[in-house]
């Protein structure tokens, strides 16, 4: 059974740094795109990157310049580096891959919480 695991968040001051990763595993055949999601308290789940399997990056306009997103093929894992945080970042953070084990489906992690405070 196909399960992505999220690991990295926690509390950070503005202006500083953290690293997310998911992991997926579980009679994988093949991973299509990978993304990172948020949803901050109160609001709708928002799309903050994507990565494809050809490794095209795309972002949300609020992050650009400040998050990487990144894989490794090997490892079956998704990277969010995540720069010059602020506040308005504190969001729990959901990974989502796209992928064949062996019919294609998509697929969600548990989340993890980024909280950036003072």
């Known amino acids: 059974q196909v399960q992505l695991r999220e690991s990295g968040g926690g509390l950070v001051q503005p202006g500083g740094s953290l690293r997310l990763s998911c992991a997926a595993s579980g009679g994988i055949v093949s991973i299509s795109d990978m993304r990172w999601y948020r949803q901050a308290l109160g609001k709708q789940r928002e799309l903050v990157a994507v990565?494809?399997?050809?490794?095209?990056?795309n972002y949300a306009d609020s992050v650009k310049g400040r998050f990487t997103i990144s894989r490794d093929y090997a490892k079956n894992t998704v990277y969010l580096q995540m720069n010059n945080l602020k506040p308005e970042d504190t969001a729990v953070y959901y990974c989502?891959?796209?992928?064949?084990?062996?019919?294609?489906?998509?697929?969600w992690g548990q989340g993890t919480q980024v909280t950036v405070s003072s």
């Open positions: 989502s891959a796209d992928i064949r084990a062996p019919a294609w489906s998509n697929y």
């Open positions: 990565i494809t399997s050809t490794g095209t990056t």
